[in-house]
């Protein structure tokens, strides 16, 4: 198929590309720059330069493709939500049009927007797709997005939106910065360190994508992380012993983070116990199933990427 993708150097959007081409798709990627545009086209992509809030610089590369997937956040702007409302609403009106080229097409298109559990709020017991959102503070502004893509289905445009859990793997993410404060010997942990992170690896969240392209009845809300329920106390205590120097852990009062975050610590501070049967319905099934089990290769994997 002829995707378009959003955030092809970026963290999710990266193993998303790589898991597309992997399975033989045509991906256009938005990129920033001509550095950017060269890392895409090494990995097989057609990178297009533009910006997510200029419309103009990408709408018609948008035009003609058979699936959309949004993954990209502009967050050093500081106007990342009304960004990716611009984006959205161009993405939307591209897989609204007639499709001008190409005879071998599927019936339907496809726009796929990447949200993320936080907008479940507080969930000390399990829940799953169906889950009432209570967003924290960080990312109310990510329901209405959520609405605008499922509200705009029709009989000839599927819509999805994914909810990853807190991505793991290579050298970036929350979790690597767990890496990173532990190789250095003190982690800062907000709250007392046993409230659950939904977690999910990065290749494994790529291989969901895949799935939701391929599958012409995939449509709503798909969770993705690994059940495992681990406890970022756990966490730490299971990476520890591959460190050359068992680290510190300095647990930081939540109103002190908050001081120095912002709303940045509540997210960090969330007990979240998260299902995802909606994603494992399609046959998806995470090889990596929990941080702490594979502790060692994903050091591994960090300090590689960090090279």
């Known amino acids: 198929m002829r995707i378009f993708l959003t955030g092809a ?17 045509d991906v256009t990627a938005l990129v920033r720059d001509n550095e950017k545009a060269a890392r895409v086209a090494a990995r097989g992509g057609r990178p297009v330069v533009g910006s997510l809030a200029e419309p103009a610089s990408y709408r018609a590369a948008a035009d003609a493709q058979d699936g959309y997937i949004h993954t990209a956040f502009d967050a050093a702007s500081g106007k990342g939500a009304a960004t990716d409302r611009i ?31 936080w ?21 109310t502004w990510r ?18 939106v994914v909810r990853p859990g807190v ?23 907000i709250g007392d360190g046993n409230n659950c ?16 392209v391929a599958r012409p009845d995939a449509s709503g809300v798909y969770h993705a992380n690994d059940e495992a329920d681990e406890c970022v106390n756990d966490v730490i205590a299971a990476i520890s012993p591959y460190l050359p120097n068992r680290p510190d852990v300095r647990h930081v009062p939540l109103d002190e983070a908050r001081s120095k975050m912002g709303p940045y610590a509540d997210a960090l501070s969330l007990d ?36």
Do not use: C
Not at 94 to 111: H, S
Not at 119 to 139: H, Q, S, T, Y
């Open 9 to 25: 150097t970026g963290y999710i959007g990266g193993a998303v590309l790589d898991a597309l081409v992997k399975h033989g798709h």
């Open 87 to 117: 984006a959205l609403d161009t993405l939307l009106a591209a897989a609204r049009r007639p499709r001008t080229v190409g005879t071998q097409t599927p019936a339907t298109r496809f726009v796929i927007y990447t949200s993320g559990v």
């Open 119 to 139: 907008v479940l709020g507080r969930a000390p017991e399990p829940v799953a797709e169906d889950a009432p959102v209570n967003p924290i503070a960080l990312v």
């Open 143 to 160: 329901v209405p997005h959520e609405s605008l893509v499922l509200d705009a289905a029709t009989e000839t445009l599927r819509t999805i």
């Open 167 to 189: 991505v793991y793997g290579g050298g970036a993410g929350i979790m690597g910065d767990v890496f990173k404060q532990a190789t250095n010997g003190l982690v800062r942990v």
């Open 197 to 212: 992170w939904p977690l999910v690896y990065d290749r494994d969240l790529a291989d969901l994508y895949t799935r939701l």
């Open 272 to 307: 979240q116990r998260v299902r995802s049967p909606r994603a494992r319905a399609l046959g998806w099934a995470p090889s990596l199933r929990s941080v702490s089990g594979s502790a060692a290769r994903l050091l591994e994997e960090w300090r590689t990427a960090r090279v």
